[in-house]
């Protein structure tokens, strides 16, 4: 299988995790980097043996795939100039700040014919793909997904719907087998401007419901699922990949089912990389991914409506 021709913009936490993966995956070949501080574009280039670009352009004409990991508000302008010139993109979530402008894109990538994919990285945890596995025959009734973190010190451009909750939104999705018919939210701010803690119930069609909290003030992480289906309620610690498995009989008793550990992000990256050599959807296409964006509008909205 041919080596993918990959470049990175942005040089940030998940920049540096992607450059680092695509300098060791066996199916890419890192061309470079850019980032708008060209400092620190340069110490990423140097951590990991390849070159810094001072102008995305330059990138641009070297790869035939492009990793977006900059702010949120700078991946439509990005991710546009990259599809026109006809390269393949894994924008890290969510994808733009808009549904609009996420469905052009997507719009303009079947256009080109070219690979659009999110990177929403606990579709690749292997503690949920493994739950993903065991629960296929079963039907779920129920889901609660708690998303906890501490503040973060990093500066973000996005509200905790569009930071934090819009994983499992996706986690949601993924699981449900019908659309979601109703949806109730709230939210409130406690550090900044926009809001840092968020709810949703999302009533699916046949069904089965999802309670979803998210909140970036709290003093621990903690990042849970916990799926009810017709045969027995699962416990995914998402945070340290473990799974359990309760019967209705003995409901306090968990029994815990292996996981195989994986590095999730290199799991997405092999993925986008396959996709193209493939010329088939990634796991997660910018066109699927548009479901997730516009419900977490519809959430944002009725926390704004409060």
């Not at 913009?9 to 470079?32: D, Q, R, Y």
């Not at 035939?64 to 010139?85: D, F, R």
């Not at 719907?161 to 018919?181: C, N, P, Q, S, Y």
Request: hydrophobic share 40%; glycine share 4%; proline share 3%.
């Amino acid at each position: 299988m041919a080596k993918v021709k990959v470049g990175i913009v942005g040089s940030g936490v998940m920049g540096s995790f992607h450059t680092k993966i695509a300098a060791e995956l066996k199916e890419a070949k890192l061309i470079g980097v850019y980032d708008s501080d060209h400092a620190r574009a340069q110490a990423a280039a140097e951590a990991f043996s390849t070159i810094p670009l001072p102008f995305l352009e330059e990138l641009l004409k070297k790869v035939e795939a492009l990793i977006i990991a900059s702010p949120t508000s700078t991946h439509y302008e990005i991710a546009k100039a990259a599809l026109n010139q006809g390269i393949h993109l894994l924008i890290e979530k969510p994808l733009t700040q808009d549904f609009r402008s996420s469905q052009e894109l997507a719009f303009l990538a079947k256009e080109h014919k070219k690979i659009l994919s999110v990177g929403m990285i606990e579709r690749f945890n292997p503690a949920f793909s493994k739950a993903l596995s065991i629960i296929r025959k079963e039907k779920i009734l129920g889901v609660e997904i708690k998303r906890f973190s501490p503040f973060p010190e990093r500066i973000s451009d996005a509200n905790v719907i569009w930071d934090v909750m819009i994983h499992d939104l996706d986690l949601a999705l993924v699981l449900g087998k019908t659309e979601v018919g109703t949806i109730k939210a709230s939210g409130k701010r406690v550090k900044t401007k926009t809001l840092d803690k968020a709810e949703a119930i999302l009533y699916f069609k046949d069904g089965m419901i999802a309670k979803i909290s998210a909140s970036r003030v709290e003093e621990e992480k903690f990042r849970q699922v916990q799926i009810t289906t017709d045969k027995a309620i699962y416990d995914i610690d998402l945070l340290n990949k473990k799974l359990y498995k309760r019967n209705f009989e003995t409901l306090i008793e968990k029994t815990e089912i292996e996981v195989i550990p994986a590095n999730q992000l290199a799991l997405e990256q092999r993925d986008f990389y396959l996709s193209i050599n493939k010329n088939r959807p990634s796991r997660c296409s910018g066109e699927e991914f548009l479901k997730t964006i516009k419900i977490a509008e519809e959430v944002e909205n009725k926390c704004s409506c409060q």
